[in-house]
């Protein structure tokens, strides 16, 4: 496999279960990031995690939980998460952090659609 | 703050047409500017960048070019093709940023 996958593509919670979602790169890279794509919204960074270290938490609330084991894997573990919560998640990867001069690409995975009921 | 302001969709247009899609931003320093693409049922995908003023990023027949006195980087392609229909996200990534930040997404719809 090449790129950026991540699974599940569909999911329906209510909004007492937990879940994670799942995002794998195949590219090498060493920062990931959690975007929220929400409809007529700017896509929203939520995660940065580089070398496995989180640089980033842009004030997302304690109901979404991610977790980072190594350069390749990428989670968000979601817990009573709200109807509102309900979005397009999308994992990205990049070959460093972007910024401090880097301005390489960002690789995304095709989404994974979130409904919380 | 930073921030990526796209003219609002959706842009309805016949094959062939003459394709614009206005973006303008506000950042500290040198930010690069990008337009992504996403094509229905998919992730993001770089369409072309620019890193500094005057320059032009080309790609699939699209250009920008970075407009530092009008802080703008407007998407044109001369002929659509249907096959373009998808959204479209610039964005910006400043020398002290962590991350790219995108504009709300403008959908293309091209009709044959």
């Known amino acids: 496999e090449t790129g950026v996958t991540q699974t599940p593509r569909h999911l329906v919670m209510g909004m007492t279960n937990k879940k994670s979602l799942k995002c794998e790169q195949h590219l090498g890279h060493n920062a990931m990031y959690w975007y929220k794509q929400s409809a007529k919204k700017p896509l929203e960074l939520m995660f940065v995690?580089?070398?496995?270290?989180?640089?980033e938490n842009n004030s997302v609330p304690s109901r979404f939980s991610p977790e980072c084991p190594n350069s390749s894997h990428l989670f968000l573990h979601l817990h009573t998460l709200q109807p509102e919560d309900s979005a397009l998640y999308l994992c990205?990867?990049?070959?460093?952090?972007?910024?401090?001069?880097?301005?390489?690409?960002?690789?995304f995975g095709e989404g994974s659609r979130l409904t919380v009921l | 703050g930073n921030s990526v302001t796209q003219m609002e969709g959706p842009v309805t247009l016949s094959e062939e047409a003459f394709l614009t899609i206005n973006c303008t931003y506000t950042a500290t320093g040198y930010p690069s500017l990008f337009w992504y693409v996403q094509y229905p049922g998919e992730g993001l995908q770089l369409l072309l960048k620019?890193?500094?003023?005057?320059d032009k990023g080309s790609n699939k027949g699209f250009e920008a070019t970075y407009r530092k006195e009008t802080t703008s980087f407007h998407l044109e392609k001369g002929s659509v093709q249907v096959s373009d229909s998808a959204v479209y996200f610039c964005a910006l990534s400043d020398t002290a940023g962590t991350a790219l930040i995108f504009g709300k997404g403008t959908t293309l719809s091209v009709s044959s």
């Open positions: 995690y580089n070398f496995k270290e989180q640089t």
């Open positions: 620019a890193t500094k003023a005057d």
């Open positions: 990205a990867s990049s070959q460093d952090r972007l910024g401090r001069g880097n301005t390489g690409e960002l690789f």
